[in-house]
């Protein structure tokens, strides 16, 4: 029997691009291993900063080294892609934020009409952006932290609305409150902010990273994380929670060993933890995610609520992320669970040509 070719994509045009290709490195190790490696070819595609794709000895030289070889810029105009993407059976999006989790590739691989791991151009789009999903999530019936949206323009294009905007975040968001550019993960370009002075460099500084930005009313609550994996039919994984002693779960906190504690099962009563389970698949459907997620949680125990902060389509798979884990302890092990976000690529892309030929 041939092997499928999975095109491995990482890196990417984005913030994140760092953590997507240690994410990379753990999924081809994965789809090394004994039982894949009879099913699969991995074939790794490297988008560098500047949006140019590798394929050959640089990607695979990228994903083995720990270094990100940065090649010499290419004009755009002749930028293209690299020979072998005509030969890949399936392709493996491992690229975090935007540019990548947001709908831009999915969107390109839905033109090419090759099965690919993850949500659909919509569930991508929607999960990205922190605006859009919150909206999705109050739909929804989600609780979740009041918030305010932003644009950049009304930060930067017009100084006489700016203290107005300000004033009004003070007033009905208070201090602290946390300050993200609306497109964006592992924290980057996230500030908490306890003044005016601080607010103001916040909101200056998400600006440069997007054109939205969103400020959230700071809660203090117990961090936990929920799994899904599946498609029309999907299954939520044990709960894992979060410690740590930085001053919130920043990019360091995320990356680096030992600087945060994951406790898989989290302590929890089941009634919660089944609530949070029910909330996590609530918002998956309601950003129409497919394959897999993870879904980020407050919980405030004084009063039992919880908050649901974001989603996440394509999750982090570094040796510090929850989602490989979280299924580790629901009985899926990351070998398997490659597996399956195969299999899950090729029953979306199986159902979407049924759709194709009803229409
Ligand atoms: N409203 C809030 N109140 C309290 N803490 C918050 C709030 N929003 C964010 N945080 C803190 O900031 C962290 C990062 O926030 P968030 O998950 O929204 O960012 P992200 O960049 O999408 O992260 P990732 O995608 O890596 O999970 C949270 O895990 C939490 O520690
Ligand atoms: C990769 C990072 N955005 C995560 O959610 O794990
Ligand atoms: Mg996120
Ligand atoms: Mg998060």
Redo the contacts with the bound molecule.
Sequence with gaps: MSKLRVGLLFGGRSGEHEVSIISARAIANALSAEANSQKYEIVPFYIQKNGVWQGGETAQQVLKSSEATENPAITPNLWQFPAETAEIDLWFPIL?GPNGEDGTIQGLLTLMQVPFVGSGVLGSAAGMD?IAMKTAFAQAGLSQ?KYKAITRAQIWSNPCIFPKLCDEIEATLGYP??V?PAN?????G?A?VRSRQELEAALDNAATYDRRIIV??????R?VECAVLGNDNPKASVIGE?TFDSD???YET?YTEGKADLLIPAPLPETVVQQIQEMALQAFAAVDGAGLA?V?F?YVEATGEILI??I?TL??FTSTSMYPQLWANTGISFTELVDQLIQLAIERHTNSKLEDSVK
């Design positions: 975090h922190k932290v409150c946390f993200k964006l993960g592992s924290s980057v996230i908490k959230e009313a700071g809660v203090v609550a961090e979060i919130f779960y920043d995320k993870r980020d407050f902060n974001e996440n999750p982090g």
